[in-house]
């Protein structure tokens, strides 16, 4: 695909600024918003960007002195609002390098463009197979129709008379499993894990099923790919939006335009979602099928993290999640709209935390994380118990050098919420007995129980040991 193509694809409507060398094949179309960009391009890229840049004191001149040392094909400037013209010194410096320079529109996401440019290369890789297999012509027909994984095994399955699927690392990505199915592996860069799902073994079918199975089998792989290749740049994508989010080391004017990018509406309803999982790559791609346009996900450390439109609550959003996926944990956050979402991917985290302190998978949304005790949980075990000593050690190793019962009997007066007369008849002690250990508690450790302050740390230290 030439630099002069994609200018000229309808629907994109990109508005030339500097024309320069538009007759240049593209490697890639590329979204990065940092200083010295060359460094992460190879040549030949389209770059797109929305002039972040510029909050961190970096010039025009320079980024676009950079993409030219890296010998990029062109640069896109999208229009964010308030704005609504490019940068003159933007255009200016790229006119003094003779690099060709567009304008995207308000209302054109750069995943548009990403998706443009993989749809067309898409059939530059259908070329050789459209001329070697003569009998292809209902699988191309549909997906001119419908581009996607679904519409080739769709046509298959006519083709065969029988249901047929396709999964990719354990997980359904289109079609209807027959019962019993036979597996076939799927050939294709990156496609180890994927089948496709037959109700009989190959050498059962006839002639001519055998033929729509082999016609077909590329075809799933091209679109497995091509999916593969607009996730991965999404992806990309994405992971800063997390981070951004995450920090707050970026203004909500930043956070709204990278969502409106990503084709998420930035007054939302939005939710945050946090999995926690052993096999957080998987996970990923996973939750990214299961919510398709309605969100975006991506592996942030060893938990999947998303963000996800909630057409009706957050307790819906987390079951779908976790019925769709087996042995994970997951946590969603308050929906609400872009200024609001660093609040839900902190309680999402904490949900997920909490939920996964527990033998079994499950879910927590925001609105179950009412208690603060429940926070405790959400902390490192390690750390809770080494804090919780600190402050009740001395009382332990009185209880251990004496053989007295101090702890226990802080615990049932804590239990009987300070009450001296329940919590010795609890104990089965007399009331000056009991108020001469808690006497004991508070030399040893510092504390008084006539505080509230000082009462709510023994507690919690208290059920951090048991914990432990």
Sequence with gaps: MLVEDLLNLPGL??????????????RWVHTIEIQAPGRFLRGGEVVLTAGVWR?????????VADLVAADVAAVGFGLVPPESEVPEEFVAAARDRGLTCFVVPVEVAFLQIVEAFVNTKRAEWERPLRR???????????????????????????????????????????????????????VGEGLAEAELLLPRPTDELDVEQQAAVVQAMPFIALEIERTRAVRAT??????????????????????????????????????????R???????????????GTDGVAAQRGSDVVAFARVPDSAVELARRIHDAMAGVHVGVGKPGTASELRVSLLQAAHAAEAVSSRSE????????????????????PELLAATSRTLLGPVLDHDERRGSDLLPSLAVYLDAGGRWQEAAQRL?????TLRHRMSRVEELTGRSLSSTA???????????????
Aim: aromatic share 4%; proline share 6%; net charge negative.
């Design 55 to 63: 909050t961190a004191g970096i010039t025009a001149e320079a980024f």
């Design 132 to 186: 070697h297999l003569a009998q292809h012509d209902a699988i191309v027909a549909a997906l001119r129709v419908d581009r996607g994984v679904g519409t080739v095994v769709s046509t298959l399955a006519r083709q065969l008379g029988e249901p047929v699927a396709v999964r990719v690392a354990g997980g359904l990505v289109a079609g209807e499993v027959p019962t019993p199915n036979h597996p076939l592996p799927l």
């Design 454 to 468: 000082d009462r709510v740390d023994l507690f919690l230290a208290l059920r951090a040991l048991r914990q432990s």
């Design 234 to 275: 999404e992806l990309r994508y994405a992971w800063e939006l997390f981070e951004w989010v995450h920090s707050g080391a970026v203004g909500i004017d930043t956070i709204r335009t990278r969502l409106h990018s990503l084709g998420l509406p930035p007054d939302g309803p939005l939710a945050a979602v946090v999995v």
């Design 13 to 26: 409507d990109l508005q030339v600024r500097v024309r320069g060398r538009v007759d240049r094949p593209i």
């Design 428 to 432: 089965h002690v007399h009331i000056n």
């Design 361 to 380: 998978r499950g879910w927590m949304t925001h609105e179950q994380l009412s208690s603060p005790a429940l926070l405790l949980s959400a902390q490192d």
């Design 277 to 291: 999982t052993a096999n957080p790559d998987a996970v990923a791609l996973r939750l990214g099928d299961l919510l």
